[in-house]
C-alpha cells in the first residue's frame, strides 16, 4: 500500500480578481474619499478595535449604499463567496437559491504609520477584503502595508529540526502574506487570527471589508 499523505486540518481560502478593476477602483476610490472627508458622518462610531493613527474606518452599512459602483461590488463579492460557499460546502443549486445572507460591510483608508491590530471576527463565518488601491510601497518595507494571516496550529513550530523546518504548503509554519494589487479579492474564514501591517507610503491604501453569517430558508 503506497504512502498516503493529507492535509487534515487545511484553511480554506479563497481570491478572485475582479475584471474591470481599473474603471471600477477609479470610481470606488473618488466617492470613498469624499466620504471619509465627511468625518463622523461616515465613520465608525463604536469600533471594536482600538482605531490606530492614519486609519479611517467607516460604519459597517457600506454594500447597502445606492451608487452604482458600491452595487457592481457588492455583486462582485457576493457571486465571489457564493461560490466559494457553494464549493466547500457541497451545496446543490437550490441549496444556495435558499441562503439567506447577513453582513457588515465597511472601508479602511490607511495614510502612513496606520495599521490594524492582530483580531479575528467573531459571530461570522465568513470575511472577506477587496483592494481598491494598495498604495506605494517603498524599496526598503517591503512589508509596508500587507494583509497578514497567522497560521492557527498554533503549536506547529515549537520544536523544529531537520525533519520539520522545510515543510512546503500547505503544511508549512509561520503567517501567510497577502500584498494587494487593485482588485484583488481575498476571502477566508472569520475565526482566522489576521493583521495588517504598517503602512509607509505617501498616498494612500484603500480596501473595502465585510464580515457574513447565514441562515438557510425552508425547503
Known sequence: MALEINPMFAVPFGQDQHPDAETLNAELKALLLA????????????????????VFESDFNLFAWPEACIQQLRQF????????????????????????????TWFHVTRHGGFTILHTHPMA?????????PGRTPDDRPESGVLRFHNPHHYSNYFLDAGNARLRAPYHHGTWNVRFQPGQLVLFPSW???????????????????????????G
Open 192 to 218: 482566522l487570527q489576521h493583521e495588517v501591517m504598517p503602512f509607509y507610503g505617501d498616498d494612500e491604501r484603500i480596501t473595502i471589508a465585510f464580515n457574513c453569517w447565514f441562515g438557510m430558508k425552508e
Open 125 to 133: 463565518s465568513w470575511s472577506g477584503v477587496y483592494c481598491v488601491a
Open 77 to 104: 463579492c457576493w457571486g465571489a463567496l457564493g461560490r466559494m460557499i457553494q464549493e466547500s460546502n457541497g451545496y446543490s443549486a437550490e441549496e444556495m437559491q435558499r441562503l439567506q445572507i447577513f453582513s457588515h
Open 35 to 54: 466620504r471619509e472627508n465627511q468625518g463622523a458622518r461616515y465613520a465608525n462610531p463604536a469600533p471594536s478595535l482600538k482605531q490606530q493613527h492614519g
